[in-house]
């Protein structure tokens, strides 16, 4: 655990980010905006934000390889429960399933994530946008 983290009073740091944004009127133009507000605030010691910069990079790169994409085909993706990322015209069979589940488990997640904000609308304004209706 950092020096930060010990100085925020038994607070967990998102607990201090969701404090932040709020004390700041609970609306920003975007995420870097609460960032730049994270960062003056001085949440994170030098080795955690370099860890974030490489974060940043890799994110960078994951987005260049999906935007490559032909017909919803990644340029590369990984292929293994190790990280291992290969260009897609590389793929073996078991790169196609492995890949298929991850897709698979991750629309499952966004659909549990598109009701439950649906229901949230519902319940607050009696009303709501349609679900979509998803092929099966």
Known sequence: MSAHALELDGISRDERI???IAEHGGTFANYRAIAEVVLAEGLFD???LEAMQIA???ARVKKAVRTGEVDGLPFAGVVNEGGQVRQFEFWSYEDYCYNFTMKAESARR????LRAIHAACLGKFGKAPDLPQFDQ
């Open 18 to 20: 969701r404090q932040l």
């Open 110 to 113: 966004d659909i549990v994530a």
């Open 56 to 58: 940043g990079i890799i």
């Open 46 to 48: 030098d080795d955690e």
